[in-house]
């Protein structure tokens, strides 16, 4: 079990507000360049994501919460919201109810994150996910179809047959093409989510940013933050080592069908395990 941390100092106004000014413009910079596209009727199969796969709406991931026993003098409880009460040092979350309220979610998110951190990380997909979810499809029906496949729709289908697919992840294996399906080792279902979800996965690890926004107010915003610098860069490499040719928005393929494309993505996978572990950590210790 994580330990229990100690209870944080009172923040003072200038204290606290700095740290939600900080959190501001450092989602701002994430949030312009989408609301921008959005405006625009544009869209970007990298960047886009995290605002459209998720269910986090931007208004809502800019908005800061300190997290659970911290004291914020000076501050207005109209402000901040139901999930708040006044105490005598200031204002603070009302951390008993929001957990009562939400008990059956926390307690689910907890266990399935306990659960993937126990278990070694497995390192031998090759993000060959997102080539299932193109499988014996033409280049109308792929999911990004405004871009194009590095290889012809028969190559990209060898290459499955190929490698195989041994995706442990349910939300990646429900966009797989129907006869992709009986391709995979396994049979992820949301049942057996918290048996199959593994450290080394990259959409395990992406979904921290889900896991922390869902825990939100519980978790502080800087956390949530954290979450989603991670998943974005994570988007990143699932992308280049898609099927997909985006090397006209700037990202350069790693090459999965050859040696040492495998090489590379297997390596950044790695790093990006190590450091979503921290993450996890982080956010099981917040729940404590």
Not at 4 to 33: I, K
Not at 231 to 248: C, F, N, Q, V
Request: aromatic share 10%; glycine share 6%; net charge positive.
């Amino acid at each position: 079990m994580t330990a229990a941390l100690a209870p944080a100092a009172p923040l003072d106004l200038a204290d606290w507000q700095a740290r939600r000014r900080a959190h501001e413009e450092r989602v701002d910079a994430w949030l312009a360049p989408h609301l921008a596209r959005r405006r625009a009727g544009r869209k970007h199969p990298v960047e886009d994501f995290l605002f459209t796969y998720y269910s986090h709406r931007p208004a809502q991931l800019r908005r800061w919460h300190p997290g659970a026993g911290v004291v914020l003098r000076g501050a207005d409880l109209a402000e901040f919201g139901r999930d708040y009460r006044a105490a005598s040092a200031g204002l603070t979350l009302d951390t008993d109810a929001v957990r009562a309220r939400r008990a059956e979610s926390v307690g689910w998110i907890r266990a399935l994150l306990a659960a993937t951190a126990g278990r070694p990380a497995h390192l031998g997909c090759f993000g060959m996910h997102e080539w299932a979810m193109v499988y014996r499809q033409t280049q109308e029906e792929i999911r990004h179809n405004a871009w194009p496949l590095r290889l012809s729709p028969a190559r990209t289908a060898e290459v499955v047959q190929e490698r195989g697919v041994r995706c442990s992840h349910f939300d990646a294996y429900r966009f797989f093409t129907a006869p992709a399906r009986p391709l995979n080792v396994l049979t992820p279902t949301r049942e057996r989510q918290h048996e199959l979800e593994q450290p080394g996965c990259l959409h395990a690890n992406m979904d921290l940013y889900k896991w922390a926004y869902k825990l939100s107010p519980l978790v502080p915003s800087e956390l949530v933050a954290d979450a989603f610098a991670l998943a974005r860069e994570i988007r990143t490499l699932d992308m280049r080592a898609s099927p997909y040719d985006l090397a006209a928005l700037g990202y350069p393929p790693v090459r999965v069908e050859t040696p040492e494309g495998r090489a590379e993505y297997a390596a950044a996978q790695r790093g990006f395990a190590e450091r979503a572990a921290g993450l996890r950590a982080r956010v099981l210790a917040a729940l404590a």
